[in-house]
Nanobody, 116 residues
C-alpha cells in the first residue's frame, strides 16, 4: 500500500504562484505513475498533470506552460509548481499514485484558492 500526504495549498492572488508537494510512503513508490488531479463542487475530478516512474510528464491543456510536475524518487515526493494562477484553477488538488499491477491511491486533498 501507499500513503499520500499533500501540502502547500492555500490562498493566492491571480497571477501568483504556489507549489504543492506530495509525500508518499509505502512500498515500491518509485514504480507508480504519480499525478495531480483537481475537483470543484459539482464537477468530476480531472487530471492536471502526471509523471511516469521514469520522469516523463503529461499535462492537461489548461495548465500547459503554467504548471510543472516533477518527482524526486529518492525522497518519494512529487511536486506541482503552479505559476500564473487563474481564478479557474481554484479547486481541491489531489495527489495520486497509479499502477495497473500495484493499485491506485489518493491523498486527502489540498485546497487551492486563487482570488484577489
Amino acid at each position: 500500500q501507499v500513503q499520500l500526504v499533500e501540502s502547500g495549498g492555500g490562498l493566492v492572488q491571480p497571477g501568483g504562484s504556489l507549489r504543492l508537494s506530495c509525500a508518499a510512503s509505502g512500498s515500491m513508490v518509485s514504480f507508480y505513475r504519480m499525478g495531480w488531479y483537481r475537483q470543484t463542487p459539482g464537477k468530476q475530478r480531472e487530471l492536471v498533470a502526471d509523471i511516469t516512474s521514469g520522469g516523463t510528464p503529461n499535462y492537461a491543456d489548461s495548465v500547459k506552460g503554467r504548471f510543472t510536475i516533477s518527482r524526486d524518487n529518492a525522497k518519494n515526493t512529487v511536486y506541482l509548481q503552479m505559476n500564473s494562477l487563474k481564478s479557474e484553477d481554484t479547486a481541491v488538488y489531489y495527489c495520486s499514485a497509479r499502477s495497473p499491477a500495484l493499485g491506485n491511491y489518493w491523498g486527502q486533498g489540498a485546497q487551492v484558492t486563487v482570488s484577489s
